[in-house]
C-alpha cells in the first residue's frame, strides 16, 4: 500500500489560496489520487481526484508532477467555511482505501 | 448532499446489548464498506463488501458482525462490545472495486 505523508496542520485566512502536499513515495503505476474534506462530526467527503498533471473542478485543483511522488490539493480563496481535515489517499484503485493522518486546516478571519 | 443514509445517527448501548447499524445507498453501487473513526484519527477500514460477498475484513474482532442483504443494503450487528468501541461508524459506498468512495454521514456509537 501506499503510503502519504501530509503536513499534520496549517493555518490561513479567508480569501488565500491554500496548497496541501502530500508525499507518496511508493506510489503504484496504476494508483490514482484522492483527496477528502471531513468537517467534526462528519463523514468525508470527496473533492477531487487525479492520475497525473493538473485536474480541477468547481472547489479545488489537483496538481501532480510527472513523477507521481507527491500531489498539491489548491483551494482557491478559502473561507471560514473550509476549516476541516483534509485527507490524501493513494491506491483506491488497490481496492484497500485507506486514509492517513490528514492535514486540519485552520481558516481565521 | 451525501447518497449514503446511517441510522441511527446516534446510538448508546450497554456492552451486554446487542444492537445493528443500518445503511443505504441507491447509487447502484456495488461495492460497500465499514470504517471506524476515533477522535482526532482518521478513519479506519473495517470490512469491505464486493456484490454482496465480503471481500476483506481487517481482522476486526467477531463481536462486529457485518451483513449485507443486497446490493443497496449493509448493516453492521454490534454485541458484547466494550467501551473502546465507543466512535464514529461510517458506511461507504462505490460503482466498484477501485472507484471513488462515497460516505454517509456516519453513526456516533457510545458504549456504557
Known amino acids: 500500500l501506499a503510503k502519504t505523508t501530509q503536513p499534520i496542520s496549517m493555518d490561513s485566512y479567508e480569501g488565500q489560496e491554500v496548497n496541501i502536499t502530500c508525499s507518496h513515495n511508493?506510489?503504484?503505476?496504476?494508483?490514482?489520487i484522492t483527496w477528502y474534506q471531513q468537517f467534526p462530526s462528519q463523514g468525508p467527503r470527496f473533492i477531487i481526484q487525479?492520475?497525473?498533471t493538473k485536474v480541477t473542478n468547481e472547489v479545488a485543483s489537483l496538481f501532480i508532477p510527472a513523477d507521481r511522488k507527491s500531489s498539491t490539493l489548491s483551494l482557491p480563496r478559502v473561507s471560514l467555511s473550509d476549516t476541516a481535515v483534509y485527507y490524501c489517499?493513494?491506491?483506491?484503485?488497490?481496492?484497500?482505501?485507506?486514509f492517513g493522518r490528514g492535514t486540519s486546516l485552520i481558516v481565521h478571519p | 448532499d451525501t447518497e449514503v443514509t446511517q441510522t441511527p445517527k446516534h446510538l448508546v448501548m450497554g456492552m451486554t446489548n446487542k444492537k445493528s447499524l443500518k445503511c443505504e445507498q441507491h447509487?447502484?453501487?456495488?461495492?460497500m464498506y465499514w470504517y471506524k473513526q476515533k477522535a482526532k484519527k482518521p478513519p479506519e477500514l473495517m470490512f469491505v463488501?464486493?456484490?454482496?460477498?465480503?471481500?476483506i475484513n481487517e481482522s476486526v474482532p467477531s463481536r462486529f458482525s457485518p451483513e449485507c442483504p443486497n446490493s443497496s443494503l449493509l448493516n453492521l450487528h454490534l454485541h458484547a462490545l466494550q467501551p473502546e468501541d465507543s466512535a464514529l461508524y461510517l458506511c461507504?459506498?462505490?460503482?466498484?472495486?477501485?472507484?471513488?468512495?462515497?460516505f454517509g454521514e456516519g453513526s456516533w456509537l457510545t458504549v456504557v
Open positions: 461507504a459506498s462505490s460503482q466498484g472495486a477501485g472507484n471513488t468512495i462515497y
Open positions: 511508493n506510489i503504484a503505476t496504476n494508483d490514482y
Open positions: 487525479g492520475y497525473k
Open positions: 489517499l493513494v491506491g483506491v484503485r488497490s481496492y484497500i482505501p485507506t
Open positions: 447509487m447502484g453501487h456495488r461495492a
Open positions: 463488501y464486493s456484490y454482496e460477498k465480503l471481500s
